[in-house]
């Protein structure tokens, strides 16, 4: 069994930065997305950004130009750097992975905005 294990939420200020990590028990290699998703309270969960098959990335439209995914192969991690954060931003953050036949969920992280 695959295990996600994000980390790096926690309360910030409007305007700050926070970077989440999430540590995979597999080769991240060998997954063909590896995301970023969010919840709110109330709310449907919702993409954040993904990188498909080692290059293509996307992100969610609020995001862009202030979030970046990245991933570091070595460590089997992935990261998601948030900068200029706003109080929209609260939620609890999951990591996904996906590979044919496979999807995998992390617990979430949480992350908290102050106005």
């Known amino acids: 069994q695959v295990q996600l294990v994000e980390s790096g939420g926690g309360l910030v200020q409007a305007g700050g930065s926070l970077r989440l990590s999430c540590a995979v028990s597999r080769r991240v290699s060998s997954f063909n997305v590896l995301g970023w998703y969010r919840q709110a309270p109330g709310k449907q969960r919702e993409l954040v950004a993904r990188?498909?098959?080692?290059?293509?990335?996307n992100y969610g439209d609020s995001v862009k130009g202030r979030f970046t995914i990245s991933r570091d192969n070595a460590r089997n991690t992935v990261y998601l750097q948030m900068n200029s954060l706003k109080p929209e931003d609260t939620a609890v953050y999951y990591c996904?992975?996906?590979?044919?036949?496979?999807?995998?969920w992390g617990q979430g992280t949480q992350v908290t905005v102050s106005s």
């Open positions: 990188i498909i098959s080692g290059s293509s990335i």
């Open positions: 996904n992975a996906v590979a044919v036949g496979e999807s995998y």
